[in-house]
């Protein structure tokens, strides 16, 4: 299988990519109070596994390839969750996250968990049925936004990423752009970024994602970031992290066009099924839209490990065979599955 090495020029365009997703909402209880989120509630709830075959189907019959599964940090330090937990019938979340990656990989989806910070046992119970895992850095600053966020401590989170990198796990994480950081923070937090990199190699991508602003939430008042912002941040980003390493925006919360141009190659999960559940008012352009809206882009799909880790065998064992049968030679998703997906839409 040919490397993949992030953008490069096919028939004069350049490559951006995008992996078709369905986004689970595992549990929105988290230890955490950022001041920006409008995804954690006090009476959160665990999905129940009838809701979450549902979610997937959906997935499954709208052609996607990834099962993202999101939840709030260390639900199980909140209390009561235990209760909500029994509730669901579930005895321990790490199990029930393994059980519905094994329904995603029945029904064609590679698993890609999100579950805030994990301890390296966690990460190692989970890594076998996950093609990816991710988790956001944010900022190595301190930030009134983070106040009453223990888990949001940037050494903890450059900790697990370590941890991830030790166990070979193909790794997402990013950066949250005008949450209080400054500009030489941003730089910083890259920095630190790269040299967890330079250690482990698994970096897969790095998100540039701008602040979006929740009504209810403390931070309701306060402006996104510029769009100059962004544009210097995905530039230095570029010019900052090695070339194996995909610099992604999310093209439903800025136009992704100057993003692009500035040296983003990748667009993030997109949903054709299931909302930004992280920012729900904010919708996911259709990769049809999308393609309208960046011209001299060619948008191809990837799977939720990159090419590089693909060739490395360095995904989740137990996704093997669904990687094999759903990865083109290079590495990239079968052209021809995602055209008959394609079809099948319509
Ligand atoms: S942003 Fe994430 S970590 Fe922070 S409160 Fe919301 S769910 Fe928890």
Request: charged content about 25%; overall charge negative; proline content about 8%.
């Amino acid at each position: 299988m040919g490397l993949f090495q992030g953008p490069r020029i096919a028939s004069m365009r350049k490559l951006l990519t995008y992996s078709r997703n369905v986004f689970v909402p595992v549990t929105d209880v988290c230890k955490n109070r950022c001041l920006y989120c409008g995804f954690r509630r006090d009476d959160g709830r665990v999905i129940r596994r009838q809701e979450a075959i549902d979610l997937l189907d959906r997935g499954a019959r709208a052609g996607c390839t990834e099962a993202l599964f999101s939840l709030g940090e260390a639900p199980w330090e909140v209390p009561g969750f235990s209760g909500r937990l029994k509730d669901a019938g579930i005895d321990d979340l790490i199990e029930y996250l393994i059980e519905l990656s094994m329904l995603a990989l029945e029904k064609g989806l590679l698993p890609h968990t999100n579950a805030g910070l994990l301890s390296k046992e966690e990460m190692r119970r989970l890594a076998p049925y996950n093609a990816s895992m991710g988790l956001m850095l944010e900022t190595t600053a301190e930030v009134e936004a983070h106040r009453s966020s223990p888990g949001k401590d940037p050494l903890l989170r450059l900790e697990a990423m370590a941890a991830a990198g030790e166990l070979s796990i193909p790794f997402t994480t990013g950066i949250l752009v005008g949450i209080g950081e400054t500009r030489e923070d941003r730089i910083r937090s890259i920095e630190a970024i790269k040299k967890i990199h330079a250690t482990c190699g698994t970096i897969q991508e790095v998100i540039v994602q701008p602040f979006d602003p929740k009504d209810e939430t403390a931070m309701a008042a306060i402006p996104p970031p510029r769009m100059e912002t962004l544009v210097e941040t995905v530039s230095m980003a570029r010019s900052i992290l090695p070339a194996e390493v995909a610099v992604q925006v999310p093209p439903n919360l800025a136009d992704p066009l100057p993003l692009v141009e500035a040296g983003a190659s990748d667009l993030g999960g997109i949903s054709p099924v299931t909302p930004d559940w992280i920012n729900p008012g904010r919708l996911w352009p259709t990769p049809e839209v999308l393609r309208s809206r960046l011209p001299g882009f060619q948008m191809v799909e990837r799977l939720a490990v990159y090419p590089r880790f693909i060739d490395l065998g360095w995904h989740g064992s137990e996704t093997r065979e669904l990687v094999e049968r759903l990865a083109g030679p290079d590495g990239l998703r079968r052209r021809d599955d995602s055209e008959i997906s394609d079809r099948n839409r319509k």
